[in-house]
């Protein structure tokens, strides 16, 4: 079920291609099953592109989200990803302009343009303060605040960069959510970013790579939530 607008705050399950199939719709599930839970807030999914119609007829709460889309409309385009197939598998949001799949200016202001003609949410990565200014010009969705050389890390933004973004992007339209998510891999590390200002937040190798996934997942969007309730 495609999820209409982002919730403040929320959180996003980002597994890359390290997980597909049975997996990564185990996890996804219980995603779905704390999305039920806690109706307050947004949590979102990925899924590599063959996996994301399973996802959506899977689950009810979550908002299913791709890891890219290209601003083609439908005809040529081989190799490309097409919108309008991203939105009839029921993805409500797509990831744009990530360090691992990044975009010129002309190919990214075409996709969330597209995005926009469609009803799909736009996620826009930015790894620098200037280049978020930049990008808050377009109208995306959400900004995601992510330093290219603490992906995968373990090392979080500091506070200083946090809070500088934050304000930054909120000066310039603050309509759009801001997600801090670099190196999250623990609760705390979640708990702390909400309570830095950020609307949202996510992880990948964080849930991924941790000895109990299921658990990690449940532990970081109650984490969102106890941020968000705590004064």
Known sequence: MVNKKIKRPFFIFNPKSFLYGEELLELAKVADEQA??????????????????????????????AQHMDGIVPGRGMGHVLPESLKSAGVGATFLNHAEQPMQLNELVAAVDRAKDLGILTIVCADSLEEAKAIASLGPDVILCEPTELIGTGQTSDDSYIEATNAAIRDIDDSISIMQA?????????YRTIKLGADGTGCTSGITKADHPKQMLIDMIEAVVRASKSE
Do not use: C, N
Not at 53 to 65: P, R
Not at 183 to 188: M, R, V
């Open 36 to 65: 039920a839970l806690y109706p307050e807030i947004s949590v979102m999914v990925t899924a590599p592109f063959a996996d994301l119609a399973t996802v959506s007829a899977a689950t009810t709460h979550i908002t299913v989200t």
């Open 182 to 190: 670099a190196g999250i891999s623990t609760a705390d590390d979640v």
